[in-house]
């Protein structure tokens, strides 16, 4: 069994197959998925998608409430009430987020995203939920990392997910140290032969912080890259990280699976 982390089944990409999408990702035996809000229409939708009940009811979806870092304008007081209202009225809901900081593509001032990273951290800190982490820096800037690591030490108790992760062994190691709760995510980039810093880190992880995710529709593994991306590929993405790690895709799957569950409460 493997448990897709962080998958955006509310994307336009989905509208017309959803249905096999989910099927094929209960054929591959990935059994739980999180399907993670990006702005307020994609958390609203994350919250219906996981009150669905569904024939068979394999793949289990869960889901987020968050703002990405390009929409961070939209983190308005309002609207961080709502995702606290419908926490509290959904259990399904596991993780906030995502949330963080993208300097790279800097689609809102940094001011406006480490506003909208501490709104998430504190509602994270009051409801008792981990925090789906997106971050990325502009190229040769270490930034992003450096505000990013200055939030975590304000929130010493929120647990949080490093989505995507696509840093330096330096970082992964400073973001572990800094708590217990911390894990780290590999999502398809793992599988790019170019990814060299990111497959260096999948290998030195410890065995209880490592979970795996698509981020569907993107980011597909290089076995099918060009296609769009779902969660059924995150098998792929397992057997590289399996390999990379030499142990069997049956044990990395088991150990993967193991945290994501004990992290996201699922
Ligand atoms: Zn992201
Ligand atoms: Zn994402």
């Known amino acids: 069994m493997l448990i897709d982390t962080?998958?955006?089944?509310?994307?336009?990409?989905?509208?017309?197959?959803?249905?096999?999408?989910?099927?094929?990702?209960?054929?591959a035996g990935v059994l739980k998925l999180v399907n993670i809000g990006c702005?307020?229409?994609a958390s609203r939708d994350s919250d219906r998608m996981c009150r669905e009940v569904r024939d068979g009811g394999l793949p289990q979806i869960f889901g987020s409430q968050?703002?990405?870092?390009?929409?961070?304008?939209?983190?308005?007081d309002e609207v961080m009430a709502e995702f606290l209202r419908v926490i509290r009225e959904n259990s399904r809901i596991v993780v906030v987020g995502e949330t963080g900081l993208d300097y790279f593509y800097m689609k809102q001032p940094k001011e406006v995203q480490v506003a909208s990273l501490r709104k998430h951290m504190q509602l994270a800190q009051e409801v008792n939920l981990p925090v789906s982490i997106h971050c990325r820096d502009a190229?040769?800037?270490?930034?992003a990392r450096e505000d990013m690591l200055r939030m975590l030490s304000e929130f010493p108790r929120v647990r949080c997910v490093m989505h995507c992760f696509s840093q330096d062994r330096a970082y992964a190691e400073e973001v572990l140290a800094m708590s217990a709760g911390h894990i780290l995510?590999?999502?398809?980039?793992?599988?790019?032969?170019?990814?060299?810093?990111?497959?260096?880190v999948a290998v030195m992880v410890p065995s209880d912080r490592v979970v795996v995710e698509t981020d569907c529709p993107y980011l597909t593994p290089q076995v099918f890259r060009g296609k769009r991306?779902?969660?059924?590929?995150?098998?792929?993405?397992?057997?590289?990280?399996?390999?990379l790690?030499?142990?069997s895709f049956e044990k990395f799957s088991e150990i993967s699976s193991a945290n994501a569950e004990r992290f996201f409460g699922i």
């Open 66 to 76: 968050g703002i990405h870092p390009h929409d961070s304008n939209q983190t308005t």
């Open 39 to 41: 702005h307020l229409e």
């Open 6 to 27: 962080h998958c955006h089944l509310m994307e336009p990409h989905f509208k017309a197959d959803l249905a096999s999408v989910i099927e094929r990702s209960a054929l």
């Open 245 to 247: 790690r030499g142990e």
């Open 229 to 243: 991306n779902e969660p059924a590929f995150v098998v792929e993405t397992a057997k590289v990280m399996a390999a």
């Open 185 to 200: 995510s590999f999502s398809g980039t793992v599988t790019y032969l170019s990814a060299d810093e990111v497959r260096q």
């Open 139 to 143: 190229a040769e800037s270490f930034e």
